[in-house]
């Protein structure tokens, strides 16, 4: 979890082919927004503790308070003036305040957060009277790999760790989740980041919002005869929804999914995921400087509260310790800008402090042919699949298989899959070492990962061109960070 210090970053999820591309300039630097007919979104930064200052200046400025956490010095505030930010920057209480996310109303297409959609659906399993293996089992090569085949004989987890899966929300009727699913602890973000317990705000809404559902499984499916198992199948899990119906998830929903998780008892936060717009939020963009401190000081208020918080290093194949030119963002709207990023750009939650950053292999302990990396920048791995890397399983599908929506299963491939292992060891640590902190359980988990050498070549698509270089030798540090995380020794 410590880090060496930054060089470059890059963004954390799929990179998608958007709109028409404005001449390169400063990091950050975005044109000057037209008003819009509906109010805009702004995060307002303030000291924490009293946010009361600040709320009288937003209304000073014409802007409307809907959403405030006092404890961090955050609020949520809208208007029609897209020069408010601007405006609210000189008012006494305000340290910082920005758009959270691009003004403009188009939106494109919905923004996918996994590296590819499911690829086909396994038949709905048959119970197994026995339930010495699930009889999906044979077709979850990633268990074994990282052995928690090995651990769940000593050790399946304790009820009491809860895991707060922060993504689509987790189908509450799917019969391998339904009896770790705390409802108790389950909510919405999504609306302005105002907290919504309904089970109609937080589980998925259709068939395609599948992604929190995939994730939830991997990191907890019970054993209990029906179809896959979790690397930490008997601790509980928390539904928590970040992504809207337009697949976004802008900063308002992750501080609002941090803060909750802070207060609310959780253990461990799955973050397969990186905040919308900005595939980069970077400081020299005021804008952009306010969002991303209000998710960090979300992010540190979790961490202080003893939450382990997991992150997923992202699809894109990209060396996050070097120059990235990102040419795709905002996402949520034209124009999108071509801008140099460098250490003044972070991807948010995955490269903040005190968030473990998860890069993905397939079955052969490879890294996977999207996964991120870079030295200092990926802080372990785990199995999060390769449609290239074959397994000797019924199917030989390379992607992990897990839960779906409706009492299904199927497989998914990316870092959003590997993230969800790394947290399911994290619940079995927890579990084993209750009395262990949050930063000594990452420490640990660090400590424990089996380390796996740089690949002489790195060639995945066999062409003859190098497609990555791993830094390391030995160590394997620049594609894998501390190694492959280790369930059997979490346990012991």
Same mark, same amino acid.
């Given at each position: 979890m410590s880090r060496k210090p930054r060089k470059y970053r890059a963004l954390a999820g799929p990179v998608l082919a958007l709109a028409l591309l404005v001449p390169t300039g400063a990091a950050g630097a975005a044109p000057a927004p037209a008003a819009t007919a509906a109010p805009a979104h702004f995060m307002v930064v303030g000291p924490a503790g009293d946010l009361a200052r600040t709320e009288e200046s937003v209304r000073a400025v014409g802007g409307t308070v809907v959403q405030s956490w006092p404890q961090i010095g955050v609020l949520v505030a809208t208007s029609t003036d897209p020069g408010f930010a601007e405006a609210v920057r000189k008012q006494p209480g305000?340290?910082?305040a920005g758009a959270s996310r691009n003004l403009v109303e188009w939106l494109p297409p919905t923004r996918s957060t996994a590296l590819e959609p499911t690829e086909g659906t396994a038949a709905p399993a048959a119970i197994n009277a026995l339930g010495d293996t699930e009889p999906l089992e044979a077709e979850q090569w990633d268990l074994p790999l990282i052995k928690a085949d090995k651990a769940h004989l000593l050790s399946q987890g304790d009820r009491d760790v809860t895991v707060g899966v922060l993504d689509y929300g987790i189908d509450p009727e799917h019969p391998d989740l339904k009896p770790n699913l705390d409802v108790s602890k389950s909510v919405s973000c999504v609306n302005q980041g105002i907290p919504d317990q309904s089970p109609a705000a937080w589980a998925p809404q259709n068939a395609e919002q599948d992604h929190g559902t995939h994730v939830a499984g991997t990191i907890a499916a019970a054993r209990n005869g029906i179809g896959v198992a979790g690397v930490a199948p008997?601790?509980?899990? !928390?539904?928590?929804?970040?992504? #809207? #119906?337009?697949?976004?998830?802008?900063p308002e929903y992750a501080v609002c999914g941090f803060v909750w998780a802070a207060e609310h008892g959780f253990d461990i936060t799955n973050n397969s995921y990186f905040v919308d717009p900005w595939y980069l939020w970077c400081d020299t963009d005021p804008d952009q400087k306010a969002a991303a401190e209000a998710v960090r000081r979300a992010v540190d208020y979790a961490a202080g509260r003893d939450?382990?918080?997991?992150?997923?290093?992202?699809?894109?194949?990209?060396?996050?310790?070097?120059?990235?030119l990102d040419e795709n963002s905002p996402n949520n709207g034209g124009p999108t800008q071509s801008r140099q990023t460098g250490d003044e750009c972070e991807v948010l939650p995955g490269e903040l402090d005190g968030v473990v950053n998860v890069g993905s292999t397939g079955v052969q302990s490879v890294k996977s042919y999207f996964s991120n990396y870079?030295?200092?920048?990926?802080?372990?791995?785990?199995?999060?699949?390769?449609?290239?890397?074959?397994?000797?399983?019924?199917?030989?599908?390379?992607?992990?298989?897990?839960?779906?929506?409706?009492?299904?299963w199927g497989w998914k491939q990316g870092t959003?899959?590997?993230?969800?292992?790394?947290?399911?060891?994290? !619940?079995?640590?927890?579990?084993?070492?209750?009395?262990w902190k949050a930063t000594q359980v990452a420490k640990v988990l660090e400590a424990q990962a089996d380390r796996l050498p740089c690949p002489?070549?790195?060639d995945p698509d066999g062409d003859g061109e190098p497609d990555a270089v791993c830094e390391g030798g030995a160590s394997g540090a620049g594609f894998y960070g501390a190694g492959m995380i280790d369930a059997l020794d979490a346990v012991r």
């Open positions: 305000v340290q910082q008997n601790v509980s899990l !928390a539904s928590v929804r970040l992504i #809207d #119906d337009g697949g976004f998830i802008y939450v382990v918080n997991v992150a997923s290093a992202g699809n894109s194949n990209w060396d996050l310790s070097k120059p990235i870079g030295l200092g920048s990926v802080d372990v791995t785990a199995p999060g699949g390769d449609k290239n890397q074959i397994p000797q399983t019924p199917s030989a599908n390379g992607r992990i298989l897990s839960t779906l929506p409706g009492g299904g959003s899959m590997s993230g969800p292992h790394a947290a399911g060891v994290v !619940a079995l640590l927890r579990s084993t070492h209750p009395e002489e070549v790195y």
